[in-house]
């Protein structure tokens, strides 16, 4: 495939074409699970700060309160709960990741989508479809430029995923082929974001703003305002201008057969998925090991090079630092079996039995081991010492978060925001997604009362 | 000054710290003129299709209708009317320009700060000091990167514009230092734009995306929503990843000495300005030749190579072709002496006396012209040749726009749109900014009737 096919174009028109039911039935599958993991971190999220500071700005300008903002009393214009939805269900990083682009997919497709469905009557199948659409056009056209697009240091989330959003958007839209490939453009022409902001609140502004930028784009195309259509491929488009790769076969290539949507991983833990296998094997312990815990003299850590160079933080102070700790990670795992937002709160992270555990957990880096796997020593303070080795963390594509799992993970989040009885009731609708005869009422379930 | 400097706490230090009447006289007429011309160029592209169709969008999100769009009937939220203000502003090509980087400085922060101004009871004084810091920033911030990151194929308008509304909009809102360096920083990651977008609506969307944006990322810090304070200068951040050029002296150099807002140039015709010289040389011998303006047999235009290769379309079928015509351009300017919108329209290039003289232009590039510069040779029918050469075309540096020549093309601009009376008014109050006791009340004048 050349540079100079018709990549845009094409990704538009199948991205309009498309029937739900040309969406093999695994697919649509993981595609409800993505839609539930993603509303549980949604409703998680709502009561953080950043999503405080977010609404502060925006109510200053929200037009006609027609979108419900998930886990909070607030409603909003479509466009403005978009943004607040996204940043909601990306702050505490526990979403869902498309491993080979490092994309978190769900935050800018299924937060435009959401809040665009209110008051249109859209159904379950058709939000499905939309959701399915957004998440293979973001992926792939991540897929098209990773990794040397994320090396120059985008947040492909955002970057990426303000295409997903307006794609999905078109479809609930109804846009025209002419349509889709405008709104692919608008999009494209909006695409923005930069690894520097992670560890601020622009980390999760970034899939918020593509959720609501995608959005607008797709609007702004349906009232006719024009764009390129050769955004992505043109010489000064978004893969030539944001990457020095461009391999349009990953956008064009299998269309239809290849799924990149079924690709898509949750987090078992709220934290960035590199120190997942240490989390995952410290807890495996902590079961085999109860009380001997507390008689831990030492944990030796064996792991993959990225594991410290991102996550090497020995002495944290804050919640947020703790994310950037394998030391704290393993301790709580160990001590309390928490990988959950509560095991990155500042409390946490400050308690002295878990600073006395983290202090006692050494970390060597090995390129022999994989990204998804690491190898855990304990030694007790009687000189015995015992291993273990995870081979693929637990929320890989090999060790697939069961539905039980992400159901345990959504109630976890979404009780202490809108209370056991809301929890139960939207939790079910987020499984029922696909016999849904209107959306809108999901989103109604997670509002609290002002 | 290394990399590692404070580059965008240095900047946002400033931007705060400055008073009005640390800014030198000159610079402050410069700021009244770049005013006056942006303010006729928005009534005039107000009326265009591309407003339309972005109005039509915009209506269903707007919030409270507090900001006046300009030369329409509608009121929005400030944010929107900055977008839509904006793109009125800039879709003509008839705006100001900052040779040094093509950035069009006015169309990203003049939006931004008029619509904020309103109800907020803001003084002209107070106004002008903050358009000219935020064309000051946006400008510094294009030089650092300028040329490598706008060959990459970035509308540097977008892309450095988001910055200054930010800083201007900050100013406003009487942000502090902390909260100033967050805006920049949350101006920086929405950094956006593709030059891929000339020729369609998408390229005035830019400054207006731009003003909104940058807008909102100044009422985003005031709410204390954070970000990175090292946007513009660290590694992965904006001068790193969309440049290959990073010269921060042009940022933090002789900050409050060395003006770049006092270098804004007008255009005074509304096209890209590389065809300048050859409009202004052809109107200069219309004025010659009056009647035998009919007699000519050839026009033999020496042009800069950039010339041919940004405007050499031979056979313009659109009005829009026709701004990327040098031949066109020519023709209209011996004939009519139009520079004006007028001279693009579509009508204009399909006149076959229009058609008839611009088959008989010719064009050849000379590396030894300046840009600025054209040689140009009339040959009569009887066989006579005439020659005259412009070393500057009037709108450059050397030759600047004349107030009378800014009044002129603000009257012809704004007199269809909103009539006569009314452009007296709006006018007379863009001279009088510095006097204004409250800004708002200007923006009602270029308010027409539903």
Known sequence: MTETAAVTKTLAQWAVGLKGSDIPEAVRAEGVRTFVNWLGCAVGGASHETVDRALDAVRLFTGPARAQVIGRADRLDELHAALVNGISSHVLDYDDTHLKTIIHPAGPVASAILAVSEGRGISGADFLTALIVGVEV????????Y???????????GTAGVFGAAAATGRLLGLTEQ???????????????????????????????????GAMAAFLAKAGFDSSERAIE?????????????????????????????????????????????????????EQLGDRVEAIAKVELTTHPLVLELTGKKTPKTGLEGKF????????????????????????????????????????????IHEDAVKIA????????ITLDVAHAVGSLEKPLSNAAINEKFVRQSIPVIGEAATQRLLDAGWALETASDVGAITAMSAVSA
């Open 138 to 145: 973001e992926c792939r056209i991540g897929n098209s430029v």
């Open 147 to 157: 990794p040397d697009h994320y090396d120059r240091g985008w947040h492909i989330t």
């Open 179 to 213: 349509q889709m490939t405008w709104a692919l453009g608008i999009a494209a022409t909006q695409s923005s974001g930069f690894r520097e902001m992670f560890g601020t609140m622009c980390k999760s502004f970034h899939p918020g703003r593509a959720a609501q930028n």
């Open 234 to 286: 043109a010489p000064r488009g978004f893969a030539n201008v944001m990457s020095t790769k461009q391999d349009y076969t990953e956008i064009l290539g299998e269309l239809g057969t290849r799924w990149e949507a079924a690709l898509n991983s949750y987090k078992p833990f709220a934290c960035g998925i590199v120190i997942h296998p240490a989390i995952d094997g410290c807890q495996q312990l902590r």
């Open 325 to 368: 700790s394998v030391y704290h990670a393993a301790a709580m795992a160990l001590l309390h079996g928490d990988g959950s937002p509560t095991a990155f709160t500042d409390e946490a992270v400050r308690d002295p039995k878990v600073i006395a555990l983290r202090d006692r957990v050494s970390a060597t880096a090995d390129t022999g």
């Open 378 to 385: 304990v030694t007790f303070n009687d000189g015995e010492r």
